[in-house]
Structures are given as C-alpha cells and as structure tokens.
C-alpha cells in the first residue's frame, strides 16, 4: 500500500511558518497567504494536507480560524487540522466546516474520554497526536512533558476507534535531521492502527526509509513533511512516486 504523504502548514499569527523543535519564538515564516501555499501543494499533487494552529495550540482555542476556512476554500483535497481543539462543540464546528479529520493532541492526554466520545460520533475523522520528548508524550504546544510513555498511550488507544497516529519527535521536527524511524516503528508495532510518521524529514531517503519500514510494519501509513518542502530539499514528484512504489 502507497504511503500517504501530507505537506504541513503550520499557522502563526495567519501567516505559514516552520519552527524549530515547536518553539514559537524560532519561527520562519514561508508563506504570508496559507490559502495559496495549499493550492501550491495541491497542484504539485499531494492528496491531502496537514494543518496546525500553532498559537491555538498554545491557547488551548482555535486561533488562526480564518486562515483555516480560507484554506478550505482554495483546496478540494482533504485538511486534516490539529491545535487548541479541546471539545466535542469544536470538534463538530469544524468538521460541519468541511474538516476531513480533527487531530486531538492535549486533550487525548488530558481528557481521553473525549476521545473515544468523538471517535463515535465521528468515525473515521478523528486523529490523536502523540508528541513524544525522549519518549514521554509532551502537551499544551509541546510546552509541556507528561510522565506517560508514547508507546503506552498509543496502547490505550487501541479499542477507541480512532482513524490514526501521529507520531512526532519534537526534538527532531523543524530540524532536518530525519526521522526517528526506529521509535515510531516500535510504537507502530505495539498496536494496529495506522500510524503516521512526523519530525525530522530531511530528504527522499526518509520517505524510502519509511516505505521499507513500512514492508515491516504495515499499519505505518504515511508522513508529515514541512521544512524540507519549503527549502527545496525534496521535490515533490520524486518525492509523490517514491511514496507510490511501496
């Protein structure tokens, strides 16, 4: 099966930008219009995208809600938007808005109820971020380290009838350094839902890196990737076809 790559559009501030290990003061901005970078992805044929509200992440309430609608309106693919959603009247909002999947991040850790009450009420539109510092899920924008192992959480997850996995490692997004194959392939192998890998992607080796993984592990499903698509480190047909060829 093909791996799904995602082009991520990180918001602050309306504006598309790139942190470094999700520090909100080390942001370089890409893109002032975000509506136009998701046409730009679109027509270099990604089939879906990757959206953050990096400051509604920190504020724990969607922030960046008009760059996120005008994104919807320039793009048919699917949006997959993650940052400050914290309940289920959110979480409906922005599906009705024509949101593909809502990604829960802080509160799947704080609040895993909500997870499994939205998951029912929404299947297959609910996606849950596990962001993992040395291994231990870390919430509130990254701001914050739990005591909870990434791979036990995406454990409880099993049986809550959620749509996939994001696992990020903080240290490595923003960075270019690759990804952390080896602890998001051991996560991926403890359950069966898909995963998607994100944080660190540096160039096609990671992509062919992940599809071999992904011979090992089936249910690895895909990747994020931000930086190196706006540096020009990977081109996007190659790329798109790497992808494909698992």
Known sequence: MALTLYPAIDLKDGACVRLRRGEMDEAT???????????????????????????????GRPVNGAA????????????????GIRDMAGIAAWIEL????????????????LVREAAAAFPGRIVVGIDARDGMVATEGWAETSSLP?????????????AAIIHTDIARDGMLQGLNLDATEALAATITIPVIASG???GIEDIRNLRA???RTPNLAGTIIG????????????????????
């Open 150 to 162: 990434a791979t036990e959480m995406a454990m409880r997850l099993q049986d809550a009838g959620i």
């Open 29 to 59: 901005i890409y893109a002032e219009d975000p509506a136009a970078q998701a046409r730009a992805f679109e027509a270099a044929g990604f089939a879906a995208l990757h959206v953050v509200d990096l400051n509604g992440a920190f504020a």
């Open 200 to 202: 660190g992607v540096a």
């Open 213 to 215: 993984a992904a011979g």
């Open 98 to 113: 024509g949101i593909s999947r809502v990604i829960l991040g802080s509160a799947a850790v704080k609040n895993p109820g």
């Open 227 to 246: 930086r190196a698509l706006y540096d020009g480190r990977i081109n996007p047909q190659a790329a798109l076809a790497e992808a494909a060829s698992c």
């Open 68 to 83: 996120v609608r005008a994104i919807l309106a320039a793009v048919a693919m699917p949006v997959q938007l993650g940052g």
